[in-house]
């Protein structure tokens, strides 16, 4: 299996770099093929505009990304960090999103480099998302850290549940464009624990990588759920993420 690590921390010794670490060598043991992408060590620019499009836009007049990205990425000329970023997609049977939940999200680097990096006509398209998504055959993980407890992401808690907070990456980025998704894996308050529990977390962490086959994978709605309006149709019970009946 090839397995694509997208990590974003910008120092190596955080307990994210421990994770992306333990992620690498127990894939390796596995006899997987394991490609990183460290965008702080690469610098990868989060910015997405006219930069994407080296040798110039199709309608100057106004930047319209969506089309600008499409056209591009047909005729090959996004710019050369897309295209190597994208080439590792298209090769990963798996994709591990390694890194802090900062402000409820993803750190701006990685939130940027999915800006850029699933293009259109690359990652999505005219009628290819979710159950028909471009990425079908593919699954991704989050594997993340936080800062506040379990207790403060429980479905009660003040931060609300951890699903709820990923909602926008397993549904919005991962499953729309085609992605199965992996119950994420989370290391709360690392910066709390001890260090025989920051060891006990990141042999779960581990042994979860040696299990993927047998880890849940996230419900989502197929299309046939729904009706031409795009929302669930009456006396099916909404059981995906933050969706609710009405």
Known sequence: MNVLIVYAHPEPKSYNGAMKDIAVRTLLE?????TVSDLYAMNFSPVLGVGDFPEGLQDPSCLNLAKEQTYAYEAGTLSADIRAEQEKLRQADLVIFQFPIWWFGM?????????????????????RKYDTGLFRGKT????ATTGTSADTYAPDGIDGDILSVLWPVHNGLLRYTGFDVISPFIAYMPGRMTEHMRTARLEEYRQRLQNLDRTPRLFFHPAADYGPNERLLPGVLARSGIQRNV
């Open 30 to 34: 596995q006899g997987h093929v394991v």
């Open 107 to 127: 750190p701006a680097i990685m939130k940027g480099w999915a800006d850029r990096v699933f293009a259109r006509g690359f990652a999505y398209s005219a009628g």
């Open 140 to 143: 991704a993980m989050v594997a």
